[in-house]
């Protein structure tokens, strides 16, 4: 029973590998298409966000049955519950990818109204720390899942930086470019919330493995 049980988790994992690569290429074709303003990419990301969805409801069924019919207990009950919640991390991280690629087919036909400079590097912390989380469930590494939550305050420095280029030398400056600024302000706010959710799925990784509660006590990773 127990060696059945192994194998089921194992397949429970790989579900949510599986699932964890779409939506780490979903968040860079979305901003691989902003930066070519390729609405074909945009609408790719778009049309395979069905599938990210009916991955997570196949992995939700998959945990209340496990939980239903295995009645397991300690980490493998952690592992379980985590599951869940990471799975929901994920496809909302799909979502954020979705709405990025949106606001590219709102800028289409537009020129960007100034080169990408931070939003490149937010994007670039946002896949890494949505890997690292990912790999910190794998290897149950709550080291390395507590190095992502140690990055989300250079996610909110990042999106800020934006904001602010944004607002004070554009908008500021020529009301007639809102336009093409605001879709950028609503990429920077897409992409800080990925991060906020890969933070989420570290949190349940620590969880999971130490059976300690971090999310809001940012002191016990110090």
Known sequence: MERHLDQE???????????????EGAIFESVESLKELNIEMAGKVIKEDRAIDEMENAIDE????????RQPMAIDLRFITMSMKI????ERIADLAVDIAQRVNDLAGKPLLKPLIDIPKLTNLAQQMTKDALDAFVNKDAELAGSVILH????????NLVQKELIEEYMGKDPS???????????ARHLERICDHATNIAEDVIYMVNAEVVKHHPEKLQ
């Open 87 to 90: 799975s929901t991390d994920l």
């Open 152 to 159: 989300d305050n250079q996610a909110d420095k990042l999106r």
């Open 9 to 23: 988790l194992e397949d429970l994992k790989k579900q949510l590998l599986k699932m964890g690569t779409l939506v």
């Open 62 to 69: 998959r945990c209340l049955d496990l939980l239903a019919l």
């Open 177 to 187: 470019s809102a336009a093409r600024a605001v879709p950028l302000l609503l990429i």
